[in-house]
């Protein structure tokens, strides 16, 4: 029998990758500190716990998130049987009810027979073969530990969460059900502004009071989760055709599209929860409550829970890490998740699902996979491993992979000719490497 991994951390990627190591034969030991030890941003005892939105993104060919999953199905990805089965309506996005998605993921790993479960935060870092998926909020023992290894340093950004209002205290008489250009049933809630409505609330956001950030990190936000009231300051239309824009959306009480929109995704599966996309914030609580309640139908929305926002720690990988995660010189140690510097939840999941099956083959003896540049788990391997002069986390996109060899001009028809040559490429590399 192999020898026993340690995979520490239960969030997305610890989980992908201690399910993986099990599929293929490989004992674990899965460590999660919850629920004797929780981060800041964690509330919650079970695996793969979502703190931020309960959105994984575009679940079709045509975005690159759609791309990923597509993927990662073909490795049985227990991240994305779990979302699958916790699904609610969210357009052509997948979206889960958290709760249902966690409790998925917890009794699956509790009940496979080489996984064993050790509730107990881990401070030192343990003897290899070891994948360390602690997440960006690793707890600081270990994270100074991890930044006394040859060569490793810490950079930092902030991460901003969505507040969550219910479905109840909402004005329904001002609300609209419709997703963009009638995507899916119908599965947002949509709050429509008028031109003077969207003036009165940007004023209120931008002058809002934020909780404080030390000057040292005012800088060291994640683009693609800046704060609302920040993208909000880089001028008065910003919002309108961002968050806020009201393409593919027609008000039916007006028959018109409106100035801007405002829209909730459910956060749950029975609906009485909403959260408002695109609000991630670090306005103080009281501010979030009377600036959001002037968007149309939140005059007296209850807030089930505030925005916040946190420091979230990712290595610089391109001094430290190579290929699939793996620490350079030392193959049998790993990392996985957002503190490799990918970005999101399914990217996090699947730097898990890579850097599992790559350890899983290396000790049974059989060469680490390939996945070469044309398919987003390579991809998003590489950019984690490739020198830059300012190594930022980096999302799930087009843009990672060669462009084709004949140009089309429908970005739509574009990406999907990518992304079916991408699964093509994996699937010759699933059946020529024997990776499943």
């Not at 995660?325 to 990918?342: D, E, H, I, N, S």
């Amino acid at each position: 029998m192999a020898d026993t991994v340690r995979v520490i951390g239960a969030g997305l990627a610890g989980s992908e990758a201690a399910w993986q190591l099990a599929k293929r034969g490989i004992r674990v030991e899965l460590y999660e500190m919850k629920p004797f030890c929780y981060s800041p941003a964690h509330q919650k005892s079970g695996f793969a716990e979502l703190v931020c939105s309960n959105s994984l993104k575009a679940d079709y060919l045509s975005n690159a998130s759609g791309l990923l999953k597509a993927e990662m199905r073909l490795f049985g990805s227990l991240i994305l049987e779990a979302a699958d089965a916790a699904r609610i309506p969210a357009g052509g996005a997948l979206a889960v009810d958290r709760d249902v998605f966690s409790d998925y993921v917890t009794k699956m790993l509790s009940a496979h027979p080489l996984i064993e479960i050790k509730r107990e935060r881990v401070d030192e870092i343990p003897d290899e073969p070891v994948i360390i998926a602690t997440g960006p909020l690793t707890h600081e023992a270990l994270s100074s530990r991890i930044k006394e290894l040859p060569g490793f340093s810490a950079l930092h950004f902030f991460d901003a969460e969505a507040p969550i209002v219910t479905r109840d205290s909402l004005d329904m008489s001002r609300i609209f059900a419709a997703s963009r250009y009638d995507k899916g049933e119908g599965d947002y809630l949509n709050c429509p502004m008028s031109e003077d409505e969207y003036n009165a609330f940007y004023d209120a956001l931008v002058s809002a009071e934020t909780a404080e950030v030390h000057d040292f990190d005012k800088n060291a936000v994640f683009e693609g989760c800046i704060a609302v009231e920040i993208l909000a300051s880089r001028g008065r239309q910003t919002l309108a055709y961002g968050p806020l824009k009201p393409v593919g959306l027609v008000d039916p009480h007006t028959g018109k599209r409106p100035y801007a929109v405002v829209q909730l995704r459910r956060d749950n599966l029975s609906g009485s929860l909403y959260n408002i996309v695109g609000f991630q914030t670090r306005l103080k609580f009281g501010e979030q409550k009377r600036v959001f309640s002037m968007i149309p139908g939140l005059e007296n929305a209850e807030f089930a829970r505030y925005g916040v926002m946190h420091r979230n720690t990712y290595l610089n990988s391109p001094d430290v890490l190579g290929a699939n995660y793996q620490v350079k010189g030392r193959p049998l140690f790993r990392f996985a998740g957002q503190m490799t510097g990918v970005e999101g939840y399914m990217e996090s999941a699947a730097s898990g699902l890579t850097s599992g099956v790559a350890l899983a083959r290396r000790l049974k003896g059989k060469p680490e996979p390939d996945f070469g540049n044309k398919t987003l788990l390579g991809a998003l391997a590489s950019h984690v491993m490739t020198p830059v002069s300012d190594f930022q986390p980096m999302n799930a996109n087009f843009g990672l992979l060669p462009p084709l060899e004949s140009r089309i001009r429908s970005k739509k028809e574009r990406y999907e000719q990518t992304a079916k040559r991408s699964l093509s490429e994996l699937e010759n590399i699933i059946q020529t490497q024997q990776l499943i």
